[in-house]
């Protein structure tokens, strides 16, 4: 079997993405041909943006998981596939080789189908970060369920939401995380959720992570290692469609509840790894660590699925960066002697905050490549990026993309395209970014501003929204014909890189995490003395995005601080701590146009502190309510 191309130059770069550009077909045909198929497909893309109709290896059938398993145990069965570091110091490491990984997850898949799982049925999984989580992940894609990881931060009343949306038989939990020095009871949020008319709800599984008395239903739940015990090492991987689905994925959008984003299996297998080669540039026996949760989708594409169908050792954090110190990060990288590592600009911010020199106490000598992802980096934070874990000597790849487009999109190549702090710079092959005014008309040449939009498909893209393809198509693929609409804007400087500005919907980015404006307002709203609330980001030194709270009130006898612990208490429960308000204030009336629509670019910019560039507020229903918010905001 041939290999996945490797880009090794930057005439080769040039090279490939000019043929992947004039002939997508073939170049990914190419890259296809590298897996095992156990049907080939008819057709390579057969993709329209109208419908959209999304369709990748068309006719092809396959399973994922013999793609990131099987196919490995011949050459590197011994290899380590996933190593794991706990958040405790003083317990183990834990290692699987590719053996190993794939007896357990074949363990695993035979006890979901066991407990009666089906190809097509859809599992959630809120778990911690243990090696069980994924494996548990692999053993639906082994029989066709859907998986649908949900973050474990996120409350009882968020995962019920995605339950009932994803209609999930079964849902495989843990009895407690660990964070820190903290231990955080998941059962009890997942009975709680459940509690709310997740009828679809048939099966708990609970992997046991060390507590010692848990509350139990013996009609639906079930013991992770009694139910894989004695189970079969051996499980046939289920035959799926290119484009049966792979897995759902909530995240947040402008308006309404969070939308589940559609991964199918031929086109994400193949993006997933190409991608994953390409970016870090890994090589045979490298140590690859990537320190996001596997409930976003950078743990899926790479924790899970890119490093595992390249046959790489894929690392696993349990903990936090700053347990028992700001040096852990670095300390796990001298262990393991880490090669490539992907972070987030909201933790390297967090670590620069405890101390500039922490990392100079360690052996980072094994670094290659440093990754970025998930908001924009400032040039602080690369700057230290680049000197004090680098030593200048290691390229940054600032990562540009989403849960929607599956894998990483625009990225510089490390050694092989120049890097830029701030800048995501050049696509990858098969990616046409292009960037629109708000006409859609193209924003041609260089040193120019836009909303980014990409021209053509490519075979991780979203297929649809879980059961509202309406919304899928309104969301990406209305506002520019013909194009996907990122929701981000960007910059293309004199030299055609891409900077990756900020989204310019009402979607807030905290800490890297999409936060939608709707949903906290709706969350707000729901504390008994709201009348009305407006919730916009605010720039924040360490989360990059913070959030700032305009509420409207009944009169209370309560102290700000009561009230403030209230409204922060009530976004806890609908959604999670991520959501909650940094800084809350109370007004009278909130900026409206004469329709009724909040104008919340007037409440970024107070939000903001930045009184001078209001611009017109004439023409406002209530145009005497922004000076009064601003002295309220500078009063504070
Ligand atoms: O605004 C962009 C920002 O994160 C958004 C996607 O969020 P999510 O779907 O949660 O996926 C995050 C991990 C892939 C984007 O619309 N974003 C992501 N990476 C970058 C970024 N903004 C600037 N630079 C990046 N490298």
Known sequence: MSEITQINS??????????????????????????????????????????????????GKLNITENCLDRHIA???????????????????????????????????????????????????????????????????????????????????????????AQAKMV??????????????????????????????????????GSDEIAWDYTIDKWWHHELDGMSEECEATEMD??????????????????????????????????????????????YWCTADI??????????????????????????????????????C????????????????????????????????SLKVLGTVGEPINEEAWNWYNEVIGKSKVPIVDTWWQTETGGIMITPLPGITDTKPCYASYPLPGIEPVLVDSEGNLVKGNNVEGLLCINKPWPSMIRTTYGDHARCKSTYFS?????????????????????????????????????GTAEVENAINEHPEVIESAVVGFPHPIKGQGIYAFMITDETLKTKNEFEKEVRAKVTEMIGPIAKPDEMIIVSGLPKTRSGKIMRRILRKIASDEFDSLGDVSTLLNPTIVQEIIEKKKSI
């Open 295 to 332: 409930g976003w989708i950078t743990g899926h594409s790479y924790i899970i699925y890119g490093p595992l169908l390249s046959g790489a050792t894929t690392m696993m954090f349990e903990g936090v960066p700053t347990y028992p110190d700001a040096g852990r990060f670095w300390e796990i």
């Open 172 to 209: 495989i939990s843990a009895d407690v995380n660990r964070r820190g020095n903290k231990i955080i009871p998941v059962k009890e949020v997942v009975d709680d959720a459940i509690k709310m008319n997740c009828d679809s709800v048939e099966t708990q599984l609970v992997f046991r992570n």
């Open 75 to 165: 050459k590197k069965g011994d290899q380590t596939a996933l190593l794991w570091e706990p958040n405790d110091t003083n317990q183990a490491t834990r290692k699987f080789t590719y053996k190993e990984l794939l007896s357990a997850v074949n363990q695993c898949a035979n006890a979901l189908k066991k407990n009666g799982i089906v190809k097509g049925d859809r599992v959630i999984l809120y778990m911690p970060m243990v090696p069980e989580l994924t494996i548990a992940v692999l053993a639906c894609a082994r029989i066709g369920a859907v998986h649908s990881v949900v973050f474990a931060g996120f409350s009882a009343q968020a995962l019920a939401d995605r339950i009932k949306d």
């Open 242 to 287: 290119s484009e049966d689905l792979l897995f759902i994925l909530y995240t947040s959008g402008s308006t309404g509840k969070p939308k589940g984003v559609v991964h199918t299996c031929g086109g994400y297998m193949v993006y997933a790894s190409f991608s994953f080669i390409n970016v870090f540039q890994y090589k045979e026996n490298d140590v």
């Open 479 to 515: 506002l520019y014909k013909g194009k996907y609409f990122t929701g981000d804007g960007a910059r293309r400087d004199e030299e055609g890189r891409i900077r990756v500005i900020g989204r310019v919907d009402d979607v807030i980015n905290v800490s890297g995490h999409r936060i």
């Open 10 to 59: 930057l005439s080769e770069y040039k090279e490939i993405y000019k043929q992947s550009i004039d002939d997508p077909e073939l170049f990914w045909g190419k890259q296809a041909e590298t897996f095992s198929w156990k049907k080939k497909w008819e057709k390579v893309c057969n993709c329209d943006f109208d419908g959209p109709n999304i369709n990748w290896f068309v006719g």
């Open 334 to 365: 001298e262990k393991h002697k880490v090669n490539q590592f992907y972070t987030a600009p909201t933790a390297i911010r967090a670590l620069m905050a405890k101390g500039l020199n922490i990392p100079d106490k360690y052996d980072l000598s």
